[in-house]
Structures are given as structure tokens and as C-alpha cells.
């Protein structure tokens, strides 16, 4: 088994709280509201802390059915989040899972940075595609980047 770890790295003219709170405690709710063309809705087992298990369903017709993620840890005081894509669509036959490591921190302009470390676990000498790691990057930044609009343009939400 061979681990690729990359890390990405956004900024966001919004805290870290308010990103935070929208993106991560209440996606389950808000991005599909957002972005119904990527995501048609998202399940939660348990009370969305660590142990707990979501279920993201993409619309029909798409590349994608459903995958299966289980969150690790959530630090609301810390603004951070890991979890662990452990079944689905998501998950080619050479690789044994996916690990995030998302944390949100302050910026010195009041807005935010947000750094995700993303590390595939492949099964034997399977290597990955750069450009399918780089599709997966651009559909986490666009929800990102929506996350960001829906709170600029909703001063109140989330504050």
C-alpha cells in the first residue's frame, strides 16, 4: 500500500466560523439547497460528530451514485475536520480508502484560510491519475466557492 497526501490551500473573505459552521456542521443541509446539480442530498447517521456517517447522493444520470464518508473528528472551537471516504462510487478498486484533514483558520485581513490534506491510500503499486485528483479538487473548491457566495450575499446566515 502507498499513501499520496496533497494539500490545498483557500482563502475566504468570510471567518472561519461562519465558512466553518455553513461548509462543515451544516452541509447536510445547505449544499444541496446550493448546488441541487451536484448534489441531490446528503444522509446522516448519528449526530454528525465523529463516529457519525454521511451518505452524499448525486443526482441521477450523473458519473457518480452515492458515496459514504465517516467523520473522525469535528472541532467547532478549532474549526477543524477529518473524515474518511470509506464507500462508493468514489472509491476505484485500487484504492483502499480516502483520508481529509480540513482546518480553517484565521487570516490577518479578518477572513479565513482553509488548508485540506487529502492522502490516498492505493492498494499494491496502483498509481492515480493527476487529473482525476485534480476533477475531485475543482468539485470541492466550487462547493467551496458557492459555500462563500451564499454568505456573502446572506450577511445574517451563519453568523
Known amino acids: 500500500m502507498a499513501v499520496t497526501t496533497f494539500t490545498e490551500e483557500n ?9 466553518f459552521k455553513a461548509s462543515i456542521v451544516d452541509s447536510h443541509n445547505l449544499i444541496p439547497k446550493l448546488m441541487p446539480q451536484a448534489i441531490k442530498s446528503i444522509e446522516v447517521q448519528g449526530d454528525g460528530g465523529a ?14 451514485k452515492s458515496i459514504k464518508y465517516r467523520v473522525d473528528e469535528l472541532n467547532e472551537e478549532a474549526y477543524t475536520y477529518k473524515y474518511t471516504l470509506i464507500e462508493g462510487d468514489g472509491l476505484v478498486d485500487n484504492l483502499e480508502k480516502i483520508t481529509y484533514d480540513v ?18 491510500y492505493t492498494v499494491g503499486d496502483f ?3 493527476e487529473e482525476e485528483i485534480k476533477a475531485g479538487k475543482e468539485k470541492v473548491l466550487a462547493m467551496f ?8 450575499q446572506n450577511p445574517e446566515a451563519y453568523a
Open 127 to 129: 498509481k492515480l491519475k
Open 11 to 19: 482563502t475566504s473573505p468570510l471567518p472561519p466560523k461562519r465558512i
Open 51 to 64: 463516529g457519525s456517517i454521511k451518505t452524499i447522493n448525486f443526482p441521477d444520470g450523473g458519473n457518480f
Open 145 to 152: 466557492k458557492a459555500v462563500e457566495a451564499y454568505l456573502l
Open 103 to 120: 482546518k480553517f483558520e484565521q487570516s490577518a485581513d479578518g477572513g479565513s484560510i482553509s488548508k485540506v490534506t487529502s492522502s490516498y
